[in-house]
């Protein structure tokens, strides 16, 4: 179809001609059969024509020669302007400046120190396999100069542990010890103590990599922080609202009645992903405490309120308190089992982990 | 935009010959425009020199990367000329006894009907048409997109030709 523009689409065209512009082609077939066009872009070029006439006709005068001599600089003259008419003492105005001048340069350095010189160092570690965990350690704080984790393969299971030995400047000194070991091994830092340590400096914004028992690297990045992030070791994104199939217990604290029956204190296990997630709790003489997102068999529903899950097993009230929502849902189901042992890699101490609700309800059943 | 650079280096290190030829060159230019926004010869060579004297104490000011040093030079005038305008902004009764008054000089038709445009038609249309600033200088200069040039232009030149052909036959 035959684009058709009329006269008032074409006039600003008209007047780009005049100024050597290109204009678009219907605009163009328009102003040459236009005549009402054409008379436009005359008077136009006839006005441009006339102004540049009337300039020509100004006067011009003789401009006379002007010698040109910089100025001073305008802050120099504002300067000794206001020195030289100065009411105040002077030397009380030198000693003003100079205490402005000292506060000023104590507040940023304190500024960069907050933000450069932190004592938390955010560890990235990646393992050999690619796994990537965080692992926040601090420099100052006793209970959190530690960390470590278990990464499953086909060969074994390959623990590593990082320890904070020191610090000097912006860098640390960290004590690593990595080992292999047979898939099912406790990932406690008895299992690990053999290892021989190793110890590297570590400058944050820097990359280091550790041989990890001979599998491969262990990969270490990591940046100064000035706190201690909130989700310790887990990769949470930063976000408080847990996924629609996840179970979130952050540092937890189970209570029953008015005793608290164990202290999770900096602990973490976030149970997520596809199928049935769970998470077991093994506290000892009291047993596991098993949660799952739906309903399984001689297990009771809990009432999750934000951080707070309430449930009731053989007439005692019990309550889990952990640092973060728990799951995206209003309820869980909870498994008590008085006389659960733990196996495998769980050790004999209190512990909690991630699982899937077949393989957990699988252990339960082979020792009922 | 090469000899703009050349021209303003020596400018900046306080070469006065340099800045003199350059003053030489465009306070003719710069006056006539200047003369158009204010309607007085004696404030529009007042306004020029104090143009001159604040690019020749900058020696940072011009950036070559951002226009042409004659854009730049009729930017600074035009602003030097609003500033003015502002001081001398009159009373209301004032106003309307300008009104009268054509503002340019220009003794011609296209004058008298140049003298009858808002200020800022009339400083786009005589930066156009007698300086040939590109429309990217335009730009600059006025501080407007580049895109807002050819339609102020258009409007411009419309109402200047609708009082044009009422002038002309008043005549």
């Known amino acids: 179809m035959k684009n058709i523009m009329g006269c008032e689409e074409a006039a600003e065209f008209v007047s780009a001609l005049c100024d050597g512009e290109t204009v678009p082609r219907v605009a163009a077939e328009h102003i040459g059969s ?4 054409r008379e436009r872009l005359e008077s136009y070029i006839g006005m441009g024509a006339e102004l540049r006439r ?5 006067t011009t005068n003789e401009w006379k020669h002007r010698t040109w001599e910089r100025q001073q600089g305008i802050l120099q003259t504002w300067w000794q302007k206001g020195w030289e008419t100065m009411r105040i003492p002077r030397f009380g105005f030198a000693l003003l400046l100079m205490v402005v001048a000292g506060l000023s340069s104590g507040l940023a350095i304190v500024g960069v120190r907050a933000r450069t010189h932190g004592t938390v160092v955010l560890l990235n570690v990646t393992s050999p396999s690619g796994n990537g965990t965080e692992c926040p350690l601090s420099t100052e704080d006793a209970q959190s100069k530690e960390c470590g984790w278990l990464v499953g393969g086909n060969s074994g299971d390959l623990i590593y542990r990082i320890k904070m030995l020191a ?52 990969t270490l990045t990591g940046e100064w922080l000035d706190h201690m992030p909130y989700f310790g070791q887990l990769n949470l994104d930063r ?22 029956l164990f202290d999770f204190h900096n602990g973490s296990a ?42 009731e097993v053989d007439g005692q009230s019990c309550v889990l308190l952990t640092a973060a929502p728990i799951t995206r849902s209003t309820q869980i189901w ?21 699982d899937h609700q077949d393989h957990l309800l699988l252990e339960v059943r082979a020792q009922s | 935009m ?41 404030v529009a060579e007042d306004l020029a020199q104090e143009t001159f004297t604040q690019i020749w104490n900058r020696p940072n000011g011009f950036n070559p990367d951002r226009g042409s040093l004659r854009g730049y030079l009729f930017g600074i005038g035009r602003k030097q000329a609003l500033e003015w305008w502002r001081h001398q902004r009159p009373t209301e009764s004032e106003t309307e006894a300008k009104v009268e008054t054509p503002r340019t000089e220009l003794c011609t038709a296209i004058g008298e009907a140049l003298g009858h445009l808002p200020e800022d038609q009339r400083a786009l249309l005589w930066l156009r048409e007698v300086e040939g600033q590109s429309y990217g200088e335009l730009a600059a200069i006025l501080e407007i997109p580049i895109g807002t040039v050819r339609s102020r232009l258009f409007t411009a030149r419309e109402a200047l030709r609708n009082i044009w052909q009422e002038v002309r036959k008043q005549r």
Not at chain 1, 34 to 37: A, F, G, S
Not at chain 2, 2 to 29: C, H, L
């Open chain 1, 34 to 37: 236009c005549q009402v066009c």
């Open chain 1, 54 to 58: 009337a300039a020509s006709m100004e």
């Open chain 1, 167 to 218: 610090r000097d400047g912006d860098r640390v000194e960290l004590g690593v010890r990595t080992k292999l070991v047979a898939s099912g091994t406790p990932n406690t830092p008895d299992a690990i103590k053999d290892a021989p340590e190793g110890t590297y400096w570590f400058e944050p914004g820097k990359v280091l990599q550790v041989d990890a028992a001979g599998v491969g690297p262990l």
């Open chain 1, 239 to 260: 976000n408080l609202t847990p996924g629609d199939n996840e179970i979130r217990l952050i540092s937890p604290v189970l209570l029953s009645g008015n005793r608290v």
């Open chain 1, 270 to 311: 976030d149970a997520n992903g596809e199928g049935h997630p769970a998470i077991g709790m093994y506290v000892p003489e009291s047993g596991l405490y098993a949660f799952f997102l739906s309903p399984v068999e001689n297990g009771v529903k809990g009432k999750i309120q934000e951080n707070r899950l309430s449930f």
């Open chain 1, 334 to 354: 909870v498994l008590h089992v008085a006389g659960f042992k733990p196996t495998g890699r769980l050790g004999s101490g209190a512990s909690f982990w991630t």
């Open chain 2, 2 to 42: 090469a000899d703009d650079r050349e021209v303003w280096k020596k400018i900046s290190r306080g070469d006065e010959d340099a800045f003199d030829a350059f003053y030489r060159e465009n306070v003719p230019g710069l006056c006539s425009f200047l003369r158009q926004i204010t309607s007085s010869l004696s």
